[in-house]
Structure formats: structure tokens, C-alpha cells
């Protein structure tokens, strides 16, 4: 266990429905990463947070896709009219920047999402 | 932009032999970190090992070495000793060392088979 982790881990919904996912990442940990895996393929970078400050996003981010990190805590990930090409494996990390080795992305268990 | 390639997409290995997973890489830059992760079935990737491109001396951990020739963009994993729970997916990976590029491009991975 890294200390990472992921609600729900699994996720079920129709295509057109709404989802959200949520992140609680390393409590000392200011910087915190979405990327999203397809089967057979390694993650792809999302977004990342440092504190509340979202600070890149990826051209994978449509617009139906948005993430937060209020309070520069956890953070969640919300998809809007899910599309069958979302499903996927979608993972959280969180690092501490600067940190020299510190600053390594610790990932979570990943959500699941099956859009059917 | 930089990429990560991973050309074994499946390798096997007798127990307690040792294996070698190989990764090349492409970037412009001349600072940057590369990771070794392993992904277990259903379980949460975790850090194996991590390499500055600094630093001429390979990184090692216990079993786990790599090879880092920068000038051929090529960073190998060499496994010592394979136990059953080193059966995996291994995915190579590179990180920018500036600090505001600080998402993680990762290769397609190779999936490690350990035979009893």
C-alpha cells in the first residue's frame, strides 16, 4: 500500500451518465496526478494539482472531463455524458515537490470505470 | 516530444534466473529521471527503481539494476534471482527533471512471467 487511495475502486455506468471519482493522496503530498490506463497500454497523463492550483492539463481532457482539488487535499475527477471510450483504469499519484527523491509519484489502486 | 518504447511486450524467466527488460527512450532534453514501475495483477503500481540522468552510475535495489547509457537513450532492467512475486507488468518510464513538466510518460510495458 503507498498511502494513495482511490473511491470507488470499481465503477459501472450507461453511456450519458455522470461519474466522479475521488483521490485522498499522501497527507504531506502538495502535488497530485491524474492519469488514465487502457487495457494493455501504460497510464497517459491527465492533469495535476500543486496544492489547489491546477497546473497542467493534458489534450486528453476534453471538455467533459474536469478535476478539482479544493482545499489542496484530496481531489476528484469528474466525467460528464460518459462515452463507451471512457472506460478505463483511471489512477491518482501524489509526490512532494521539491523533494529531491522525495519528489517520486506514488500511485493509487486506480478506479475501474465500465461504461456500458 | 518524448517517448518510451518497451519492445518485449511479454517475457518469461525460470525462477531464480535472472532476466533483463529493455526500454529505449527519445527527448531533446538533457535532464531528466527515468523509473522502472511494477504493476501486479489487480494491485497498485509501485516505484522499483529510479535513475537521474545526471548521474553516470547505474541505480541498484537489492535485485533489481539497470543499465542507463545515455548517449544510446537506453535504460534496461536486469532482475536478479526472479521470485514468483516479481511476476508483473513492468513499465519503463521518463520524467522531465524541469520543475513545472512534471507528468510521467510511460512506455506500453512488458508483462514478466516467472516460471516455478
Known amino acids: 500500500d503507498t498511502g494513495v487511495s482511490q473511491d470507488p475502486r470499481h465503477k459501472i455506468t450507461k453511456r450519458g451518465q455522470n461519474v466522479t471519482f475521488r483521490c485522498d493522496p499522501i497527507?504531506?503530498?502538495?502535488?497530485l496526478y491524474w492519469y488514465r490506463q487502457t487495457l494493455g497500454q501504460g497510464p497517459e497523463f491527465l492533469t495535476y494539482?500543486?496544492?489547489?492550483?491546477?497546473?497542467?492539463k493534458s489534450r486528453l481532457l476534453s471538455d467533459r472531463f474536469s478535476a478539482e482539488r479544493p482545499k489542496g487535499s484530496f481531489s476528484t475527477l469528474e466525467i460528464q455524458r460518459t462515452e463507451q471510450g471512457d472506460s478505463a483504469m483511471y489512477l491518482c499519484?501524489?509526490?512532494?515537490?521539491?523533494?529531491?527523491?522525495?519528489?517520486?509519484?506514488?500511485f493509487g489502486p486506480g478506479t475501474r470505470l465500465t461504461v456500458l | 516530444a518524448q517517448t518510451v518504447t518497451q519492445s518485449q511486450p511479454e517475457m518469461s524467466v525460470q525462477e531464480a534466473e535472472t532476466v533483463t527488460l529493455s526500454c529505449t527512450y527519445d527527448?531533446?532534453?538533457?535532464?531528466?529521471?527515468l523509473f522502472w514501475y511494477k504493476q501486479p495483477p489487480s494491485r497498485q503500481m509501485i516505484l522499483v527503481i529510479r535513475?537521474?540522468?545526471?548521474?553516470?552510475q547505474n541505480a541498484t535495489e537489492n535485485r533489481f539494476s539497470v543499465n542507463f547509457q545515455k548517449a544510446a537513450k537506453s535504460f534496461s532492467l536486469k532482475i536478479s534471482d526472479s521470485q514468483l512475486g516479481d511476476a508483473a507488468m513492468y513499465f519503463c518510464?521518463?520524467?522531465?527533471?524541469?520543475?513545472?513538466?512534471?507528468?510521467?510518460?510511460f512506455g506500453k510495458g512488458t508483462r514478466l512471467h516467472i516460471l516455478p
Open positions: 518510464a521518463y520524467r522531465s527533471a524541469r520543475n513545472r513538466d512534471d507528468k510521467i510518460i
Open positions: 499519484a501524489s509526490s512532494l515537490v521539491p523533494g529531491g527523491s522525495t519528489d517520486t509519484q506514488y
Open positions: 497527507s504531506e503530498h502538495n502535488r
Open positions: 535513475q537521474e540522468a545526471y548521474k553516470q
Open positions: 527527448t531533446s532534453e538533457s535532464d531528466y529521471y
Open positions: 494539482f500543486q496544492n489547489e492550483a491546477q497546473l497542467e
